[in-house]
């Protein structure tokens, strides 16, 4: 039985309200991760004080999480399918409350790792079937507006989630902050459960006979090579980008992917998707938004620990007023994706976001705090801002059969961007630290190389068709 769900424009009260209710259980799984998210960003200095590791080794933990996050997307996107999306998603919020329970009850550095790796590869899964089952069940004339409105949620939770663990972390310790993303999940799994109604299709478990697995599995070593060839010292010892033996790695399991993909009947990641022009300029201008996004997210604790020696709970405030300008930005932006051309606002929000980085790159040491939330305020305003835009394009005349495939690739290609801005972020900041350089100087490095990589996505941006 198809999981699809008919594209009938809900004209009566009824159709109205299960639309509504279907976007609301959309919003809870995405809640659980989104919060957790931002929590363990404010946590991230006092654990990398705890356990005296140096940041391209902190940048790990959240690279634990956003690896098997990233890689797993086209896999539940392509399962989804065939054997339900709501199913699916529901595997995914059981597996990320066990890595959450893992992560509480972690008493040293390699059971946290493993309870974020066990986070990551439910939350894979969240993502892509949530935009699979918005554009399966709502028209194109209001898809816009309904993916801002479940995008809203990621915000609205930043939005008291750092405060939350500030608090959490100065008085009762790092770990409880995994208290309110096991509670939430919880909640996930019982309101999906009721509220979706595919979750009863049958699957078509004979699917999983001729599935790619051997794409599965040589995209996942890809992967895993690269990154690790990126941020290399925390596991080989070797210097960032020059062990060879994973730079190897890298071409033989690339190499393979793509000879399997083109042999596959039903390959894991559709080449030919990259042929339309609107899905591949989506794609490249979203990963190149969650690199500036995400490396944000990853510095700015660090920095106002480093350069300003604030405590958690100060941290998390200071987040917290970047989230409302993200929240506000992304519910401007949803409206905005239905009515303005693509081209210019994508490339508006990217470009603001450029601002932001370059504003951190010139502001010396010693400003009071009220410059940096300004910062944080400039960055905030334009990260939403394009958001429904880009899914809407990527997604936009992909058949339904295919929703799910297409958002897991555009899905695992966008959190690539948070990936390896991560271990980016970490390795070059590590590196001027390393050598010599004044600590807010370090930092002003990383924010220049975040800048360039958005100035890229801005003129990517500008080349999408109206």
């Known amino acids: 039985m198809s999981d699809s769900i008919s594209h009938a424009s809900p004209d009566t009260a009824a159709e109205a309200r299960r639309s509504r209710a279907i976007l609301i259980a959309l919003m809870f799984p995405t809640l659980a991760i989104v919060m957790n998210g931002s929590m363990f960003g404010v946590a991230l200095p006092t654990i990398r004080d705890e356990f005296l590791i140096p940041a391209d080794t902190a940048s790990w933990l959240a690279i634990a999480f956003s690896l098997p996050f990233m890689m797993l997307m086209p896999l539940y996107g392509r399962l989804g399918d065939e054997l339900g999306k ?4 529901i595997l995914g919020v059981v597996l990320y409350a066990a890595g ?31 935009m699979a089952i918005i554009a399966e069940r709502f ?6 507006r309904a993916m801002g409105t479940w995008n809203s949620i990621a915000p609205a939770s930043s939005i008291f989630a750092p405060t939350i663990a500030g608090y959490l972390v100065d008085h009762l310790g790092w770990r409880t902050i995994f208290v309110p993303a096991i509670f939430v999940a919880v909640c996930a799994i019982i309101i999906v459960r009721l509220q979706i109604p595919t979750l009863r299709a049958r699957p078509n478990f004979a699917f999983l006979t001729h599935f790619d697995w051997g ?3 040589t995209l996942a070593g890809t992967i895993i090579a ?18 060879w033996r994973l730079l190897l790695g890298v071409v033989v399991f690339a190499t393979a992917f793509f000879a399997v993909e083109r042999r596959h009947a039903r390959p894991l990641v559709d080449l030919t998707l990259w042929r339309l022009r609107s899905f591949r300029l989506a794609s490249m201008a979203a990963f190149l938004r969650m690199c500036m ?26 987040a917290t007023l970047h989230s409302v300008a993200l929240f506000l930005s992304i519910r401007v932006g949803g409206p905005l994706a239905d009515r303005w051309p693509i081209r210019r606002l994508v490339s508006l929000s990217l470009a603001i976001q450029v601002v932001g980085m370059i504003y951190f790159v010139l502001l010396p040491a010693g400003q009071p705090l009220y410059l940096i939330i300004l910062g944080t305020l400039i960055h905030g305003s334009g990260a939403g801002l394009g958001l429904a835009a880009l899914h809407r394009t990527a997604l936009g005349g992909i058949p339904d059969e295919q929703s799910g495939a297409a958002s897991g690739v555009y899905s695992m290609v966008r959190f690539a961007g948070s990936m390896l801005s991560t271990a980016i972020a970490g390795v070059i900041l590590q590196t001027g630290l390393d050598s010599g350089l004044a600590t807010i100087q370090a930092y002003q490095v990383v924010y220049g190389v975040l800048a360039g990589l958005g100035l890229l996505g801005t003129l990517t941006a500008l080349r999408l068709r109206q």
């Open 226 to 243: 690269l990154v690790l060839w990126v941020s290399s010292r925390p596991v080989t010892g070797v210097e960032p980008l020059r062990d």
């Open 293 to 318: 996004m995400v490396g944000t997210g990853f510095l700015l604790p660090l920095y106002l620990a480093d350069v300003y020696d604030l405590r958690a709970s100060r941290i998390g405030l200071l």
């Open 215 to 217: 794409g599965t599995l």
């Open 86 to 89: 709501a199913r699916l998603l």
């Open 100 to 130: 959450s329970t893992l992560a509480l009850l972690a008493n040293g550095l390699p059971l946290l790792f493993l309870g974020r790796v066990v986070q990551g590869a439910g939350s894979a899964g969240i993502t892509p079937l949530s």
């Open 139 to 144: 028209p194109e004339s209001v898809r816009g």
